[in-house]
């Protein structure tokens, strides 16, 4: 169980254009979902955390405006990257929170996507 | 500041050999503690979890870590790697009123010579 789907794997665009990478939850309802980017032989690193229903809060040095964060349902949370450029250029992966049953406030976990490797030329 | 600490960012092991992998944690308030491992292509997969309890934690393919307090350390071992180990490993931890956000140290690559 808790098993979250990336789409897409990789994505290639134009400078200048949009792209839109999906996650969903696929057999659990994820309430926070979040967002990383991870550049090559680096560690991940935290983006924003997407509540259902709310505004995203963004990372210190993350431009909102570059990379939106919709979390429209429970199971669905979408970073779009706007006007890309080739600095865009890196692995996208997204998180979400789950609990494995009622009532286990302490038995949580958070399971990953697979990532998408964005490249913008 | 909140952070995770992996001393070492590669280590060569013989297939068969033990293994230990270290983090440590900024000083404070025990976080919640993860170690995830990330092969090429492959998205992130949970070894193990603290959260409290027994401080030595059993998780997946053979792996355990031991939770101490007072060194601040949650290091990973495995007593014989595997070929198929070969792989990045992230020790992660959530902070208390740290908002559910994951710190991930920066990660070990482990490479495994037959």
């Known amino acids: 169980g808790a098993v979250v789907s990336q789409h897409p794997s990789r994505v290639i665009c134009k400078s200048g254009t949009s792209v839109k990478i999906e996650c969903r939850s696929l057999d659990f309802q994820a309430t926070t979902m979040f967002w990383y980017r991870q550049f090559p032989k680096q560690s991940l690193m935290l983006m924003a955390t997407?509540?259902?229903?709310?505004?995203?809060?963004?990372e210190q040095g993350v431009e909102k405006d570059k990379f939106l964060i919709n979390h429209a349902s429970l199971t669905l949370s979408t970073l779009t990257v706007t006007s890309a450029h080739p600095e865009d250029s890196s692995f996208y992966i997204c998180?979400?929170?789950?609990?494995?049953?009622?009532?286990?406030?302490?038995?949580?976990?958070?399971?990953f996507g697979s990532g998408t490797r964005l490249t913008v030329v | 500041a909140q952070s995770v600490t992996q001393p070492d960012i590669h280590i060569t092991v013989s297939e068969g050999a033990s293994l230990e992998l270290r983090c440590n944690y900024s000083y404070g308030a025990t976080p919640y503690l993860f170690w995830y491992v990330q092969s090429p292509g492959q998205g992130l997969q949970l070894l193990l979890k603290?959260?409290?309890?027994?401080?030595l934690v059993q998780g997946i393919k053979g792996f355990e870590a031991e939770f101490k307090r007072s060194q601040s350390s949650f290091n990973l071992r495995k007593p014989s790697v595997h070929w198929s180990d070969a792989a990045e490993y992230f020790c992660?931890?959530?902070?208390?009123?740290?908002?559910?956000?994951?710190?991930f140290g920066a990660g070990t690559r482990l490479a495994v010579h037959p």
């Open positions: 998180s979400a929170k789950w609990r494995p049953s009622e009532g286990a406030y302490l038995d949580y976990g958070y399971t």
């Open positions: 603290y959260f409290s309890g027994d401080t």
């Open positions: 997407s509540n259902e229903g709310s505004k995203a809060t963004y």
């Open positions: 992660v931890a959530m902070f208390s009123g740290g908002y559910n956000k994951l710190i």
